[in-house]
């Protein structure tokens, strides 16, 4: 794997500047507290977290229960909190010794999370909001820290479309309820994102996603989606620098191989197709060459993270670098992040201050050959992969694709390296004691740069390239946003009232371009450059994204009475450049209200019930994730033309897309009720929510005649989809001695629907698969589902043949479909519905023990009630490919079969989209395990060292699933396109070990 200079220059500089900061921050007068923490019967507490309030200072106490602690001052607060006990703070007042008796509890409704444009106490939300802890973004060792959600969110999905070193995950937040971009907006420390690829899991403090109309209405036209919240660490005052190191390796492998036929069995399979000896002895052939060993293999991964973070009276800081360093499983595949994360506060008066969250980060990738793990699953078994004078075997002559391990040598050279500066800078201003305003600048640079080589070579007549080529790419983005908040909080005798009020513009705009030349004069790395080739190869191309504008009103009124009776009030209007001239604007307002019943007197005396809340929300949101220039007609050039006598070419341009000036936000109506409850002072939990959500106005291409001139259809708003679920999420958390422990299960149900398509009616089709389309959204089913033909049977002989309805011509042993609507003949009319790719249930479980410094940690998840077509078992080509040995239970004269189909190499019957090709995309799998142990405070505070664990994780260890594929997650951003498995990078298994150290 080559390291590009920058990168090297980038990672010193990086550590450098943390090393340098960290020097020049001084110590501050300090001293240090010590003790020990038992419970009511006085048992040791192990691994309690003791912080100092409003700093970053903290440790664990040891086996003994001791802890040592420095703090700034005589004022400092010391934090004692743990899981299944009440929490305690107590002011040092000089004490050097404090011990501490913390009382069983669990009471979990002062915790405070972040929410749109603030914060809230969980027992004031009146919507639904879901948090996950920054140690549990971490248990998963991947480039994205969206994996992480995958079965810890009740009405979260997290789909791992590929295994591709860096690739992000698809995300669906209750269900899809558009036909168009459906993923959710990103909230970084206040900057709107559609992704956080950019990120670490260990720079982050507290994650939150905003499911409901109440939660997310405040960011309006971008809420229909769902919002996730990201807050980055803060440093904290009066704390002396505070380092944190973590560090881990491991090796991922694939999750799974299939089982394909060897030599002997393709050749088997061969004879019987072509009726004829092409292996006149296929038992000789023996097992042949292995393509997928060929492809895949063992691959190392690791990650470095460095964090300081203190300050002073007058001052914040946190200061992070990170290396993110990914070899893929599939050979020449690779992924590097390097990035560098500042985030300061700067008191400039006692009701002024400012701020900045910046991070940097440098990306480097290779992308593997196009379309290696088909043609490694399609590939002829009997070919070499190199014969003994290193020549690479043809494949070509049966099964018709390319050598896997001549890509590996010839088109493996797919480089890309990004660049992206993100962050916002920010003043807060407090000129009366209950109102704080606050504008902030945020922007988000990116740029990348893509290259790719193939020299020259022959492998055979189908698998070359006779001159060399480089395609050379480069494209930029920039995005601004300024916002502007008022917060006024004001509590008087039993009323709480907080209003908030803003006003938001942003800006987008982004440009490409490239260009590709042949016959370069080296084949080497240092000729990897345009003007290396002939210019009378010479292509370019040039463009630019539709630049994006947003002004937006925003407010919210949340009212407490008696701290029993809640109500939220927000209402956002947004004005987009997206939309149609005419319609550009839109107003999203939520209403919300919850009642705090344990606090009423006939429940507050209850002792078994410690929580008890009911919810109730509704709100319009919208969806702007809407194709580009939908809105805005559209002029291509080129469109030349020969005129005059002299026949000359004329340049010339012509309106080809029309627009509709009338589109407008698609709408997202949302209703939810549901209750929170606790019992044994909450070491029993859960919560329950009920939701309707209708989104309206949803664009579609609407066909207009040819004669109007128009290249492509215009959109108009005319669908509606409605999205109903159930969301439930059970914890227990309880403690016996010195262990302590926590179950969490959670489960969601989805119903999917298509209502109307508009006046036109005209469905959806979409996925052409050997000339018939695979996907059909029509009204009353789910989007994109799967339509085509149910199997009946198989035809066994001739007499079934004349008996059931066919096409002719069909023979013994091919597929017999069912006579949908009875008329006697198979034909397109019996298609029909087979099935979703939209799961009906998502469910995951989560354990977490410790005992005396261990902790274990155990994550489950898995989905139910949808389907996978699996495309790459229907492609054949115009070879031979090879089979899955699922076909060696084919139908012949031997073997009646009376489900698999005789060999046949595509066309009607056996490999038209039928339910033979669709499968149970069901799936539970153990996705995370780990284990870690904390080494006692006596054993590690004479080194300077707060705390030291060691530990080791294991992600996708085993997948229960009825799918043959590689696996059962098979996403698409593209709602028309999910569950279509053509072929995908599989997802790997991984195995990490690291340790973790605070100073």
Known sequence: MMFYITNKFFIRSLFAL?????????????????????????????????????????????????????????????????????????????????????????????EIVVIGYGSQRKSDLTGVVSSIKSEDLQKVASANITQALQGKI???????????????????????????????????????????????????????????????????????????????RKGSKNTKAQIRFNAWQGVQQPA?????????EYGLLVNELSNRLVFPNPGSLGQGTDWQNEIYRNAAFSSYNLQVSGGSDQMTYSISGDAFLQDGIIKSSYF?????????????????????????????????????????????????????????????????????????????YNRSNGQQMAGNAFIDVNPLKNLTLKSSIGFNSFSNKSKSFEPQFFVNDKQQNPESRLFVGNSQSSDWQWENTAVFQKDFKQHRLTLLTGYTVQSRQGEFMGGSRNRLIGDTEDFYYLNAGDAQTATNYQGANTPERYESYLFRSNYAFKDKYLLTVSLRRDGSSKFGSEKRGGNF????????????????????????????????????KIPTGAAIPTVTNNLSAVFGPDEALIFGASLVTLANPFLQWEQSR?????????????????????????????????????????????????????????????????????????????GSFLDNNVISLGSTGNALRDVVINGDFATLTQPGYPIGSFFGYKVAGIYQNAEDIKKYPNNNPVKPGDLRFEDINADGIINAKDRTWLGSPIPTFNYGFNLELSYSGFDFNADFNGVYGNKILNAKKMFRGFGIPNFETSFLNRWNKDNLSTTDPRITNGGYPNFVVSDHFLEDGSFFRLRTLGLGYTLADSLVKKLGIRLLRIYGTANNLFTWTKYSGYTPEVGSENVLQVGIDRGIYPLSKTLVFGIQCNF
Not at 165 to 182: C, S
Not at 256 to 264: D, P
Not at 601 to 606: D, G, M, P, R
């Open 154 to 232: 009740a009405g979260v999905q997290v789909v791992s479309g590929s295994g591709r070193p860096g690739e992000a995950p698809i995300v669906r937040i209750r269900g899809t309820g558009t036909l168009n971009g459906a993923s959710p907006i990103y909230v970084v420390d206040g900057l709107i994102l559609d992704n956080i690829d950019f990120l670490n899991a260990t720079d982050i403090a507290s994650m939150e996603v905003l499911k409901d109309a109440s939660a997310a209405a405040i960011y309006g036209t971008r809420g229909a989606n769902g919002v996730i919240i990201i807050t980055t």
């Open 589 to 624: 307002p939520s209403l919300a209200f919850a009642w705090r019943a344990k606090e009423e007197s006939f429940l507050k005396n209850v002792q078994a019930l410690s929580n008890l809340k009911f919810r109730a929300s509704w709100g319009i949101l919208g969806n702007d």
């Open 18 to 110: 943390n090393i340098l900061l960290l020097c020049s921050f001084s110590g501050f007068s300090q001293f240090r507290v010590k003790g020990k923490i038992t419970d009511e019967k006085g048992e040791s507490l192990v691994g309690v977290n003791v912080m100092v309030k409003n700093t970053s200072a903290g440790t664990l106490s040891g086996i003994d229960g001791g802890y040592s602690i420095e703090v700034s001052d005589n004022q400092s607060v010391i934090v004692f909190s743990y899981v299944g006990y009440g929490s305690k703070e107590i002011g040092v007042n000089g004490m050097s010794e404090i011990n501490v008796v913390l009382n069983e509890s669990a009471e979990l409704l002062d």
């Open 256 to 264: 799974k191989l299939l089982s394909l036929a060897n030599a002997s």
């Open 670 to 746: 949302s209703l939810n009720g549901g209750f929170d409850i606790g019992f044994l002072d909450n070491r029993l939990t859960a919560e329950v929510d009920v939701y309707h959500r209708l989104t309206t106005k949803i664009l579609v291409p609407v066909p207009i005649p040819d004669y109007v001139g128009s290249a492509g259809n215009p959109y108009v708003n005319a669908a509606d989809v409605v999205n109903k679920g159930l969301d439930v999420t059970l914890n227990f958390q309880n403690k016996e001695g010195k262990l302590n422990y926590k179950l969490s299960v959670l």
């Open 336 to 412: 590097n992040r390097y990035s560098l994360r500042i985030n300061n506060t700067y008191q400039l008066a006692s009701f002024v201050k400012i701020g900045h969250n910046i991070s940097f980060v440098q990306s480097a990738a290779n992308r593997e050959p196009g379309g290696i793990v088909f043609n490694a699953y399609a590939a002829d078994p009997t070919a070499l992969a190199v014969d003994a004078d290193g020549n690479f075997g043809n494949t070509s002559t049966l099964s018709n694709v390319s050598n896997p391990a001549a890509q590996l040598k010839y088109n493996a």
